[in-house]
């Protein structure tokens, strides 16, 4: 119930506006820590920001993350996501919109928030706003109505700043022409590679000037430390295969365990999508429900949903026929994932509001729940008891022979007094371990931490313990040029290669400059040309790297040749614009509406950012470093 409600409750809100160009304020070094009120985590301008407050953002931001996490948050990410800072800087950032339109005379009064809170829909019944029932949820999530309300006015004050800000933002028709020739310019690129591979059979190796280049760069051929070892492993399988499971015991467990035996129900699904984001107008917003709700009927009737879906959705699975995949619930949004898991198969729904827009939902087909039984789980669920019973036994085994090593004083005196078989290997690399070492990470950082004549304590690896032993260390050194002869040349020749191969496309380019273009400088290299490209288009065959197509765009519509080669990765590209031109298509009225959407959008959070980069400027912000750490 947690979990709906604030996602259900707050979407509308929490998540809006504010959140879309949230940027966390972290305020420190400002004033000091003394003579502060304990109870508080800042102030802004005099006003508190309470512990309780900070305590109940912070444990939602938490529970939405385990959320996000499956239930479990890995260890440390909290701290290295710096979840407490980016809180406080939320409530700073809140307390600076309050603060705001409390001078701009902007208020929220007590009826606006009473209306918010009778049309969520997490606290109807049957369509219907029920007393009773909001207390009771909200009892559930230990708040109370006044704590609740006065966030959602917040919430509310918020969004009408951040829209009276936006108010004055403009984007005139040129601002769009502007945009649009930006994003519809189209070129054609003629291009040559020139990789270095191409060019080591050229390279010619000379003695004197491999020895000069070994010498600068001999650290690269530095031998890798060695360790030869003596040590002791204790598996979890010697002690597995000794323990014996009734019936009984494992039919107890899969009763516990049944839970991770059951496949949730999942649903098959499509969708059509009509975009809409909370800087829309109400205008937009009632012409995109209209929209929706005539392309509704035609799914009621029984209209192909997927062509449907290929001519008015909105969305990127718009190409797909609005098919999203097999899903169970919670992959999506609670209004989405509500309305998909009431449906039947073959059921359309009504329109589901998202943030994102309006949707029309289609059940192709419906998954059941199910469970595997005893039967098909009972051999793996004995393995799995086995080995976790057997670590205990394990353990003691590896505890007791590394206290017996300490009585006899050395690994090799246990192995005699207690005549146990002490397992050796030759001299290895960490890379190069062999084969009977066991096969795990932490082991071999283990022992290549010790120093030579070190045992190490008992460690715990995946498949059992083990004790280490360096018998020896062979220190990395130096080589001579004979010792590593073959690999010094191989790398010599790359990189010589390389500036070969950065040669020949200066070259190149100079020629192509002297014929005013590659075609002209063409003779005995292969030029490619490409069909014409956007701005957004990507690598591809027959297609030079993103970079090279950016750069093209960057030349001046009077230039067609690149001013200097580019190197990609460790290929030299020389090209030219071959071609340029405007979209053919055109532009239509949806469009520029689109373009001019986007660019008010973008203009409204650069606005909202800018107040509120001035709000802070001169804001006076203590914060209570102690809290945070």
Do not use: C
């Amino acid at each position: 119930m947690l979990n709906v409600f604030r996602k259900k409750a707050q979407s509308t809100l929490i998540q809006g506006l504010v959140l879309m160009i949230a940027v966390v304020f972290v305020f420190w070094g400002v004033g000091s820590n003394m003579n502060k009120n304990r109870n508080s985590v800042a102030t802004v301008n005099g006003e508190e920001i309470s512990l309780k407050d900070f305590q109940r953002s912070y444990d939602r931001a938490v529970e939405n993350m385990r959320n996000q996490f499956g239930g479990q948050i890995p260890p440390g990410l909290l701290e290295k996501m710096g979840i407490k800072q980016q809180v406080l800087g939320q409530l700073v950032q809140t307390e600076l919109f309050r603060q705001g339109g409390k001078k701009m005379g902007i208020t929220v009064s007590d009826l606006a928030v009473q209306k918010v809170v009778e049309k969520t829909p997490v606290f109807q019944k049957d369509g219907h706003f029920d007393l009773a029932f909001y207390k009771r949820v909200l009892s559930q999530n230990r708040l109370t109505p006044k704590s609740y309300e006065n966030g959602l006015k917040a919430d509310l004050l918020t969004q009408r700043v951040t829209g009276a800000i936006g108010s004055f933002t403009v984007v005139p028709d040129a601002a769009v022409n502007s945009f649009q020739a930006y994003s519809d310019e189209e070129i054609k690129l003629a291009f040559v590679t020139f990789n270095p591979v191409d060019f080591e059979d050229k390279v010619s190796v000379q003695e004197e000037e491999l020895s000069a280049w070994f010498e600068k760069n001999k650290e690269k051929f530095r031998s890798d430390p060695q360790i030869r070892l003596k040590y002791l492993f204790f598996g979890f399988d010697e002690d597995a295969a000794g323990i014996t499971l009734s019936d009984e015991d494992l039919r107890k467990q899969y009763e516990a365990e049944k839970s991770t035996f059951t496949t949730p129900e999942k649903r098959h699904a499509r969708h059509i999508l009509f975009k809409v984001t909370e800087n829309d107008s109400e205008a937009v917003k009632a012409e995109k429900k209209k929209e929706a709700e005539k392309v509704l009927a035609l799914a009621k009737q029984g209209k192909d949903f997927a062509k449907l879906a290929q001519e008015y959705s909105e969305g990127p699975t718009r190409e797909s026929g609005g098919d999203l995949g097999i899903f169970s619930r919670g992959r999506m949004v609670p209004s989405f994932d509500d309305a998909v898991f009431t449906l039947k198969t073959g059921e359309v729904s009504d329109l589901v509001q998202t943030r994102f827009g309006y949707h029309i939902i289609k059940v192709e087909e419906i998954f059941p729940a199910s469970t595997r039984s005893f039967d098909v789980v009972k051999d793996n669920l004995a393995s799995s008891m086995k080995k976790q019973r057997a670590r205990g036994l394990t353990f003691t085994r590896g505890t007791t022979a590394y206290e017996g090593i300490m009585r006899a004083g050395s690994l090799e005196k246990y192995g005699q007094l207690n005549h146990e078989t002490i397992a050796e290997t030759d001299f290895f690399t960490r890379s190069t371990p062999p084969k009977d070492v066991p096969a795990d990470k932490k082991f071999l950082e283990k022992a290549f931490s010790l120093n030579q004549g070190e045992l190490s304590s008992l460690i715990e690896l995946p498949d059992g313990y083990a004790i280490i032993f360096v018998d020896e260390r062979k220190t990395p050194a130096l080589p001579t040029l004979a010792d590593v002869r073959e690999k010094a040349v191989a790398g010599f020749t790359k990189e010589k290669a390389v500036d070969l191969a950065r040669k020949a496309a200066d070259d190149f380019l100079a020629l192509s400059r002297e014929k005013k273009g590659i075609e002209g400088a063409a003779e005995g290299v292969k030029v490619t040309t490409t069909p014409f490209l956007k701005r957004s288009a990507s690598a591809g065959k027959d297609l030079p790297p993103a970079q090279v197509i950016q750069e093209g765009f960057t030349l001046p519509w009077k230039e067609k040749l690149a001013k200097k080669s580019l190197k990609v990765g460790k290929v030299f590209y020389v090209y030219e614009v071959a071609d340029r031109r405007l979209n053919s298509e055109g532009i239509d009225d949806a469009r520029k509406k689109q373009i001019r959407e986007r660019l008010l959008a973008s203009s409204r959070r650069v606005l909202i950012q800018s107040w509120l980069t001035g709000m802070q400027e001169k804001a006076k912000i203590w914060t209570n470093d102690s809290f945070l750490k």
